[in-house]
Nanobody, 120 residues
Framework: QVQLVESGGGLVQAGGSLRLSCAASGSIFSINDMGWYRQAPGNQRELVAAITSGGSTKYADSVKGRFAISRDNAKNTVYLQMNSLKPEDTAVYYC??????????????WGQGTQVTVSS
């Protein structure tokens, strides 16, 4: 009964910007860590950015200084602002959230994925 819906992906030229959004809905009591992974065909999934409930952040070295993760706890939403995009950023981006449901159970949930394509 909990789902994460992603939006904001698309096609952009190198050097451009995109902002991804991921909104959680359902029987949610609280949300702990949230973040973003990405995966390109033939490549391993990699952690792009993560943010704790207290606002502490972590980034992959490849995106430091270019991407910024943030969250709006009132909206149960996590964002990924992507600037100075490079062709190597092309991938499907997946959001995740560690969610405590109203029943008391805790589980990691994943979004459906959104395609980001950066042209050169």
């Amino acid at each position: 009964q909990v789902q994460l819906v992603e939006s904001g992906g698309g096609l952009v030229q190198a050097g451009g910007s995109l902002r991804l959004s991921c909104a959680a809905s359902g029987s949610i009591f609280s949300i702990n860590d949230m973040g973003w992974y990405r995966q390109a065909p033939g490549n391993q999934r990699e952690l792009v950015a993560a943010i704790t409930s207290g606002g502490s952040t972590k980034y992959a070295d490849s995106v430091k200084g270019r991407f910024a993760i943030s969250r709006d706890n009132a909206k149960n939403t996590v964002y990924l602002q992507m600037n100075s995009l490079k062709p190597e950023d092309t991938a499907v981006y997946y959001c995740y959230a560690l969610i405590v449901r109203t029943s008391g159970s805790s589980r990691e949930h994943w979004g459906q994925g959104t395609q980001v394509t950066v042209s050169s």
